[in-house]
């Protein structure tokens, strides 16, 4: 029973001895936590801080790869507007050349009739 009574007590001491022990690791222990903590703290703002300028810098290549597209576009437009452009003027060339050929026919036209009518007045003078 003495024998049950010492070993119950040498663990006893050796629970104590080991508590003081990790009693005076504590505020190394509590100090390393905290230097972890700060580091984690440190490495998420970092981590923050680049998953922000990845996504500017996703967004800028985006931009990028859709200049050339934006700008094929308005080439085309521009080439389409031209197209049309030129449709149009040859439309009105065309429209100005009848019209000028209309106003020759015309002319001539009138130069009949008035010959036609200086010959109707002189025969006119002439029967009179």
Excluded at 4 to 23: C, T, W, Y
Excluded at 92 to 108: D, F, H, N, R, V
């Amino acid at each position: 029973m003495n024998r049950l009574i010492k070993d119950s007590q040498r663990r006893l001491n050796d629970q104590l001895q080991q508590g003081a022990k990790f009693e005076g690791q504590l505020p190394e222990r509590n100090t390393e936590l905290s230097n972890l903590m700060r580091n984690s703290e440190e490495l998420q703002r970092q981590r923050a801080l680049q998953h922000s300028t990845l996504n500017e810098l996703r967004m800028h290549a985006a931009d990028l790869r859709a200049q050339p597209a934006q700008v094929k576009q308005g080439r085309d437009r521009g080439a389409s507007q031209a197209r049309a452009q030129a449709m149009e003027l040859s439309k009105k060339e065309a429209e100005c050349k009848e019209s000028q050929e209309l106003i020759k026919g015309l002319e001539a036209r009138e130069k009949t009739l008035s010959a036609k009518v200086s010959e109707l007045k002189r025969q006119l003078s002439l029967a009179s």
